[in-house]
């Protein structure tokens, strides 16, 4: 048999299914996307079909395998990564979902959160968990399915039932429904866990009236969890050796392995992170404490950050105001001018997140007047997206107590050169921009890798890490003091 060389990494996002298939020297062998439909079953609720995320999953996972001409019998691990906090519940034996999934934008259980922050509760699971009681994370959502759908709180505490995130219920029909389990880095998304003891909290637990028997078993990010089993499409036996939530595994993919080291992934929204090091920083300006990865025996934490909206702004620009065509063009008509002639930009148009979290804000562009162009409003667009990463750097300094030396990006939005060079002169320190902008599959396939001894070290990894450009500061102070002034009169504003 030849030697097992090829790493499968499944990045399941919150719209489709990719499936990567990588050699020990990264070249891309297979890549494959696969939409599914999104439901909305009534305003301000989000749902998927677990039937329709696992057919994405096996349809781009097959026209992978075809399509890479890789024999099974080379694959030496399959990857996961995953939109987190979108919760399921499935029948143990089955695999079948007893409700569609709630996906991590439904708001159903706001008004749960409002009645735990009225109890006084917010501040133990803050110190618990390192999150916000907000509707975002999987915990209500999971009281919500026990609570609501007919027989599944009696047949979750008989343990007929299983509770995940996506992660979780892949691993389990990977598998053949012999494996429950999750990564700290999902179980640190469900309100359940405690970061710093590692393990599901009784007391989170039974606020939130989760019975232990639903919950998956906890794993490392990089190990093997279990094994395929009975696919098809795949050998039986091959190790599943790699998980960790969609941003965490970007983090990774980056190779922010040391403390300090940071990422931003642009799509829709921009997540932001800085790898804290060995223990939990708390935050006083508003982000979340998150668990980085466990690799080996050694636990990495980070401090989190997200602007709700980036390239959703580009969006407006193209469907609601239409001065751009397609998001492309963004760049080339900012270009033509020098600066944005004194226009800001807040682009709250879905409230403002880390670190002012005011979901009443509203999108504001102020300093217009004559001479005022549609470049100057896409390059103030484009100051707005790389002001608010700045306004995340430096609480996240303030929390952290270090310096950011760089910024790694990945996602869509990162091709913009333009927006990468804006980024650096906010931030005042380079901008890091990778070959392959993918970081969410990458860290995927690295840690599933790692644990089968594809690669030996993450220092053979951060070598194969390859960067494609890097952005130097280049705005004179004077300006960039100014365009910080304006911008945050204009948020005050909001």
């Known amino acids: 048999m030849p030697e097992r060389g090829y790493v499968v990494a499944i990045d399941q996002g919150t719209t489709g299914t990719t499936v990567l298939i990588l050699d020990r020297r990264l070249s891309v062998k297979a890549r494959e996307n696969r939409e599914f439909r999104q439901i909305f ?42 939109q987190r906090e979108t919760t399921c519940l499935w029948d143990r034996k089955s695999g079948r979902g007893v409700h569609n999934a709630i996906v991590w934008q439904d708001r159903r259980t706001a ?9 006084g509760r917010e501040p133990l699971f803050r110190e618990r968990t390192g999150l916000v009681l907000d509707p975002y994370f999987s915990g209500t ?24 995130t996506i992660d979780s219920y892949l691993v389990h029909r990977l598998t053949g429904a012999a494996v429950h389990a999750t990564d700290v880095t999902n179980a ?29 078993k906890v794993c490392a990010s990089s190990e093997t969890i279990g094994q395929t089993k009975g696919l098809g499409l795949l050998p039986d036996g091959i190790p599943i050796a790699g998980i960790a939530g969609d941003q965490q595994a970007a983090l990774f993919g980056q190779a922010c392995f040391a403390p300090g080291e940071s990422k931003c992934t642009y799509g829709t929204g921009a997540f932001f992170l800085l790898n804290t090091g060995a223990k939990p920083a708390a935050s ?26 980036a390239g959703a702004a580009v969006q407006w620009l193209r ?96 091709q913009n050169n333009l927006l ?10 380079p901008v890091e921009r990778p070959r392959m902008i993918e970081s969410t599959a990458l860290g995927a396939a690295f840690l599933a890798g790692l644990a089968v001894g594809v690669w030996k070290s993450r220092d053979e990894l951060r070598k194969a890490h390859k960067l494609e450009k890097r952005f130097t500061p280049k705005m004179d102070p004077g300006a960039r003091e100014a365009m910080l002034s304006r911008w945050k009169r204009a948020v005050e504003r909001a």
């Open 41 to 82: 079953p009534k305003p301000g609720w989000v749902e998927h079909s677990l039937d329709d995320i696992w057919g994405s999953v096996t349809a781009a996972l097959d026209q992978a395998l075809r399509h890479s001409g890789v024999p099974g019998s080379e694959i030496a691990a399959v990857g996961i990564t995953n």
């Open 111 to 119: 008004e749960a959160c409002a009645a735990l922050k009225a109890a």
């Open 141 to 164: 959502k999971l009281r919500w399915l026990l609570d609501e759908v007919k027989g599944a709180r009696e047949r979750a505490a008989a343990g007929d039932l299983c509770f995940g």
């Open 188 to 216: 640190s998304r469900t309100l359940l866990f405690d970061i710093r003891k590692l393990a599901w909290d009784p007391e989170l637990c039974k606020l939130l009236d989760v019975p232990p028997a639903v919950l998956p």
């Open 284 to 309: 006083k300006h508003g982000l979340l404490t998150t668990v980085a990865w466990r690799v080996g025996g050694e636990v990495a934490y980070a401090l989190e950050g997200s602007a709700f909206v």
């Open 319 to 414: 469907d609601g105001l239409g001065i751009i065509e397609s998001a492309a063009e963004i760049e080339p008509l900012a270009r033509k001018v020098k600066d944005s002639g004194g226009v800001v930009f807040v682009p709250a148009l879905a409230g403002l997140g880390a670190p002012w979290w005011r979901p009443d804000a509203r999108g504001l562009i102020c300093g217009l007047d004559r001479g005022t162009t549609a470049a100057h409003l896409a390059r103030a667009t484009l100051e707005g997206l790389a002001l608010q990463i700045g306004d995340l750097a430096t609480s996240m300094e303030q929390d952290s107590g270090q310096k950011l030396a760089a910024l790694r990006v990945d996602g869509g939005a990162s």
């Open 420 to 429: 990468m060079q804006l980024q650096a002169d906010v931030l005042g320190v």
